[in-house]
């Protein structure tokens, strides 16, 4: 009888469900990021080092927008531990990558003088 004491709330614990609403703007707001980026690659408007900062800066965007609407990642989700993981996970990452290519770059440079 002591279980009947707890309340189902499956809303509290951290996890959010999405509703339908949210999940429209998403899917438009990421509809919209990659056809925006397409159309500049097809049609040449801009001068090329423009056109790739803009498909960097649409890549991003359509990360965050997936990341909010669809993992449901904010500063509420979890206790922020959701967000602090995958801040950590990026930092890592980027660590890794910027030391790789630092390295493989040097390793070149090195060779190449020789």
């Known amino acids: 009888m002591a279980h009947d004491n707890h309340a189902h709330d499956h809303g509290t614990g951290g996890e959010s469900h999405g509703t339908v609403k949210s999940y429209l703007i998403g899917f438009v707001l990421c509809a919209l990021l990659t056809v925006v980026p397409f159309a500049l690659v097809m049609n040449p408007v801009l001068s ?3 056109t790739l900062f803009l498909l960097v800066g649409f890549a991003v965007a359509q990360i965050l927008v997936q990341l909010v609407f669809f993992l449901h990642m904010d500063r509420k989700s979890e206790g922020g531990w959701n967000l602090a993981s995958f801040v950590f996970t990026l930092v890592i990452l980027f660590i890794v990558v ?3 290519v630092w390295i493989i770059w040097s ?3 090195h060779m190449m003088i020789n």
């Open 48 to 50: 090329r080092p423009l």
């Open 98 to 100: 910027a030391l790789s």
């Open 107 to 109: 390793m070149h440079y």
